[in-house]
């Protein structure tokens, strides 16, 4: 069973940083590009930061490009989303998703979540 685990959201203040973790479990981790996307109140999910299967390629929404990076570490089957620089803006649920490439196309797998609120 696929199983992607967020975790690290919480409240920071405007110009904070926080580093957001997805533990993927049950899939060839390798085979997957792996991005975070979010949600914030009253608008559709978009796509924030992706990065490919071998780790050799991100992609970035422009309104985080310059402060978010994305990471992957293919031993610890993890996904990392490091957030600085944050504003108001960027309050959000922040999802961890997972496509597959290759053999595994059309396979897309979804965290549940973690809420990210940016406010003094």
């Known amino acids: 069973q696929v199983q992607l685990v967020e975790s690290g959201g919480g409240l920071v203040q405007p110009g904070g940083s926080l580093r957001l973790s997805c533990a993927a479990s049950g899939l060839t981790f390798s085979s997957y590009a792996m991005s975070w996307y979010r949600q914030a109140p009253g608008k559709e999910r978009e796509l924030v930061a992706s990065?490919?299967?071998?780790?050799?390629?991100?992609n970035y929404a422009d309104s985080v490009k310059g402060r978010f990076t994305i990471s992957r570490d293919r031993a610890k089957r993890m996904v990392y989303l490091q957030m600085n620089s944050l504003k108001p803006e960027d309050t959000a649920v922040y999802y961890c998703n997972a496509k597959g490439v290759a053999g595994w196309s059309g396979l897309d797998y979804w965290g549940k979540g973690t809420l990210v609120t940016i406010s003094s």
């Open positions: 990065i490919s299967s071998t780790g050799l390629s991100t």
